[in-house]
């Protein structure tokens, strides 16, 4: 098999660069190792119509990445428009944050479209595609218009929501329609999942066989992948970085202080308000805590063309400030607050630094940084992970400390119960979480995945032996199509 993985950003080799996200930084190992040829947006714009999207491609580890420049004039609706301002608020459950434009929608049809075409260049004998993420929902149809009969396959990095919500998109009939394209569809819990398949059940009325649906396009499969890391790479990683300068300076800098540590994406998903008051309803009910312990929280930013993170930035700013203000010290500073990012070798050393994690998001897919804390403790020794139940983490690493992150005055309970948590304790949690993370590597769901896409599309194809040959058998963009714009 020849596969072709295509996410929206990508990676680069050899580089200790900070990464917004955790799918250019999960991916790039396994990418690298697999000979795959890995296809994304160069985060560059080219003018007119390209008719040979021109790709700039390099060497990455056995395969090469290839890297296009978007389309300029669908670039903003496609990518802050319609994927981050209407899709990523309604998979995240926001569905007062959902703005949507036809125009958006159309441009990110286009990039769709755009990317099947240059796709089309890959598509040789043994050729499979495997899709990543919310910006191309309706690449596997494009795909299928083109004539495309290889396995294709897709991976959600985000929840999926409820059918209530994602009807919040105006779109989302003919984009789940689209979805169908697919061989297989993977999500990171059973949770999304399950929505996924009411939604196919009841606004589709297609029947559901198996976790298989039938479509125009023949069988498509949802089964469940929750993504890893590769843990003890990051162990060692994280032992090692305890030399790296920045880590060194924050120690140094801590003075017998015990540190909370928050990295996260500055994205309303990530529920840094609700945490911030928590740290501030702990250091109000527990005063032996103020001076003893602070919080070292990163907020990467992200997306800040879109109304909604720019106000976040705004309130987390003025919070943080009110909450320093009031519990700090003329020489202590409660919570320290990084707008920027760090590559992965220093992040983890940073992490094996604090004694407490803190990932409680008001919903998230997965997030790695929960895995990636744990990882990089030392075993000896461990910090405590305050993870929120609404990661799809918490299905995995439920011996850390889960909290709702809705309930401020239940988070500053969990922040001091990790404060004070027996080492006994701390290494039982740790070593269960730890025995979790090594058996389902980032390494073995790359490979799970393939595996399956391999088997469902044979499914597919003797199920439906048209969908070998035609994949064409009626347009699904209707609205797109009449007004198709080059
Ligand atoms: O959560 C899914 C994801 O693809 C993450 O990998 C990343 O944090 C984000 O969405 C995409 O972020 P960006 O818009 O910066 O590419």
Same mark, same amino acid.
């Not at 300029?72 to 994927?83: M, Q, V």
């Not at 697919?182 to 198996?210: C, P, S």
């Not at 907020?299 to 003025?318: F, H, K, M, W």
């Given at each position: 098999?020849?596969?072709?993985?295509?996410?929206?950003?990508? %990676?680069?080799?050899?580089?200790?660069?900070?990464?917004?996200?955790?799918?250019?930084?999960?991916?790039?190992?396994?990418?690298?190792?697999?000979?795959?040829?890995?296809?994304?947006?160069?985060?560059?714009?080219?003018?007119?119509?390209?008719?040979?999207?021109?790709?700039?491609?390099?060497?990455?580890?056995?395969?090469?990445?290839?890297?296009?420049?978007?389309?300029?004039?669908?670039?903003?609706?496609?990518?802050?428009?319609?994927?981050?301002?209407?899709?990523?608020? %309604?998979?995240?459950?926001?569905?007062?944050?959902?703005?949507?434009?036809?125009?958006?929608?159309?441009?990110?049809?286009?990039?769709?479209?755009?990317?099947?075409?240059?796709?089309?260049?890959?598509?040789?004998?043994?050729?499979?595609?495997?899709?990543?993420?919310?910006?191309?929902?309706?690449?596997? +149809?494009?795909?299928?218009?083109?004539?495309?009969?290889?396995?294709?396959?897709? $991976?959600?990095?985000?929840?999926?929501?409820?059918?209530?919500?994602?009807?919040?998109?105006?779109?989302?009939?003919?984009?789940?329609?689209?979805?169908?394209?697919?061989?297989?569809?993977? $999500?990171?819990?059973?949770?999304?999942?399950?929505?996924?398949?009411?939604?196919?059940?009841?606004?589709?009325?297609? &029947?559901?066989?198996?976790?298989?649906?039938?479509?125009?396009?023949?069988?498509?499969? %949802?089964?469940?992948?929750?993504?890893?890391?590769?843990?003890?790479?990051?162990?060692?990683?994280? &032992?090692?970085?305890?030399?790296?300068?920045?880590?060194?300076?924050?120690?140094?800098?801590?003075?017998?202080?015990?540190?909370?540590?928050?990295?996260?994406?500055?994205?309303?998903?990530?529920?840094?308000?609700?945490?911030?008051?928590?740290?501030?309803?702990?250091?109000?009910?527990?005063?032996?805590?103020?001076?003893?312990?602070?919080?070292?929280?990163?907020?990467?930013?992200? !997306?800040?063309?879109?109304?909604?993170?720019?106000?976040?930035?705004?309130?987390? &700013?003025?919070?943080?400030?009110?909450?320093?203000?009031?519990?700090?010290?003329?020489?202590?500073?409660?919570?320290?607050?990084?707008?920027?990012? $760090?590559?992965?070798?220093?992040? @983890?050393?940073?992490?094996?630094?604090?004694?407490?994690?803190?990932?409680?998001?008001?919903?998230?897919?997965?997030?790695?940084?929960?895995?990636?804390?744990? +990882?990089?403790?030392?075993?000896?020794?461990?910090?405590?992970?305050?993870?929120?139940?609404?990661?799809? +983490? &918490?299905?995995?690493?439920?011996?850390?400390?889960?909290?709702?992150?809705?309930?401020?005055?239940?988070? @500053?309970?969990?922040? @001091?119960?990790?404060?004070?948590?027996?080492?006994?304790?701390?290494?039982?949690?740790?070593?269960?979480?730890?025995?979790?993370?090594?058996?389902?590597?980032?390494?073995?769901?790359?490979?799970?995945?393939?595996? @399956?896409?391999?088997?469902?599309?044979?499914?597919?194809?003797?199920?439906?032996?048209?969908?070998?040959?035609?994949?064409?058998?009626?347009?699904?963009?209707?609205?797109?199509?009449?007004? !198709? $714009?080059?």
């Amino acid at each position: 098999m020849n596969l072709v993985v295509v996410s929206n950003r990508v %990676a680069r080799a050899n580089t200790n660069e900070p990464m917004t996200g955790g799918l250019a930084a999960a991916l790039l190992p396994v990418v690298e190792n697999s000979g795959a040829i890995w296809v994304g947006s160069s985060g560059r714009v080219r003018d007119g119509f390209q008719k040979e999207p021109l790709a700039e491609i390099e060497a990455l580890g056995a395969g090469a990445l290839a890297m296009l420049d978007l389309p300029a004039a669908h670039y903003g609706g496609y990518y802050e428009g319609f994927a981050n301002s209407a899709l990523w608020p %309604a998979l995240h459950s926001r569905s007062d944050l959902i703005r949507v434009t036809e125009g958006d929608y159309l441009s990110y049809r286009e990039v769709n479209a755009f990317m099947a075409r240059a796709l089309l260049r890959f598509n040789k004998r043994e050729a499979a595609f495997w899709v990543q993420d919310y910006h191309f929902l309706a690449l596997g +149809a494009e795909l299928r218009e083109l004539g495309v009969t290889a396995p294709v396959g897709f $991976f959600l990095h985000t929840p999926w929501p409820a059918p209530c919500v994602i009807e919040g998109v105006p779109q989302h009939r003919e984009l789940i329609e689209a979805m169908l394209g697919y061989d297989l569809i993977g $999500f990171q819990t059973e949770a999304d999942r399950d929505n996924f398949l009411g939604y196919v059940k009841t606004n589709l009325e297609l &029947a559901v066989h198996d976790d298989s649906v039938m479509s125009q396009y023949g069988r498509t499969r %949802a089964a469940v992948f929750p993504i890893g890391i590769d843990a003890e790479k990051f162990s060692q990683q994280a &032992a090692k970085a305890t030399t790296h300068p920045d880590v060194l300076r924050l120690r140094r800098s801590l003075n017998g202080e015990r540190l909370a540590i928050g990295v996260d994406r500055l994205d309303y998903s990530k529920g840094l308000v609700n945490r911030i008051r928590a740290f501030d309803r702990m250091w109000t009910a527990n005063s032996h805590l103020a001076r003893t312990v602070s919080l070292l929280q990163i907020a990467t930013p992200s !997306r800040g063309g879109i109304e909604a993170y720019c106000q976040l930035q705004n309130d987390v &700013a003025r919070l943080i400030t009110d909450v320093n203000g009031r519990h700090g010290e003329v020489d202590w500073t409660p919570i320290r607050y990084l707008n920027k990012g $760090f590559g992965q070798a220093v992040l @983890a050393g940073l992490y094996r630094t604090a004694q407490v994690g803190v990932v409680t998001p008001l919903h998230d897919g997965m997030n790695l940084v929960a895995k990636e804390y744990v +990882a990089a403790q030392n075993p000896s020794d461990p910090g405590v992970l305050v993870l929120s139940k609404f990661a799809g +983490a &918490a299905n995995e690493l439920d011996a850390a400390l889960l909290v709702n992150p809705h309930d401020i005055d239940g988070m @500053a309970r969990a922040l @001091a119960t990790a404060l004070a948590m027996p080492l006994s304790e701390r290494r039982m949690r740790h070593e269960t979480m730890m025995e979790r993370l090594r058996s389902h590597s980032i390494q073995q769901w790359f490979a799970d995945f393939v595996e @399956a896409l391999r088997d469902s599309h044979s499914e597919r194809t003797e199920a439906s032996p048209r969908a070998a040959e035609s994949p064409t058998l009626r347009p699904v963009r209707s609205l797109h199509s009449a007004a !198709r $714009f080059h």
